[in-house]
């Protein structure tokens, strides 16, 4: 981390939320990124299997598919 990075933080508060632990916000499973995963989502940080499990299910949703070209006329 640059020195500048670091002057940011300059309250214990500030430097708490470096060290701060999160929870999935689906299973509420206590986040630490080797073990469980740490994803960020647009629903907040989310452990790995979860993360997973909506992508699955978007893409069931909204299936991924190679984009089909059109052919020149
Ligand atoms: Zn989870």
Same mark, same amino acid.
């Given at each position: 981390?640059?020195l500048? @990075? !670091? !002057?940011k933080?300059? *309250?214990p @508060?500030?430097r !708490?939320?470096? *060290?701060?632990?999160?929870?999935?916000a =689906?299973? @509420?499973i206590? !986040?630490? =990124? #080797?073990?469980?995963?740490?994803?960020e989502?647009?629903?907040?940080?989310?452990c790995? /299997?979860c +993360? +997973? /499990?909506?992508m699955g =299910?978007? #893409?069931e @949703?909204? &299936?991924?598919?190679? &984009?089909?070209m059109h052919?020149? #006329?």
């Open positions: 981390m640059k500048s @990075e !670091l !002057l933080y300059k *309250t @508060e500030d !708490l939320k470096l *060290t701060k632990t999160s929870n999935c =689906e299973c @509420e206590v !986040l630490q =990124e #080797a073990i469980t995963g740490c994803r989502t647009h629903k907040g940080y989310m790995s /299997d +993360y +997973y /499990d909506m =299910e978007m #893409a @949703e909204y &299936p991924i598919g190679i &984009p089909r052919r020149g #006329a």
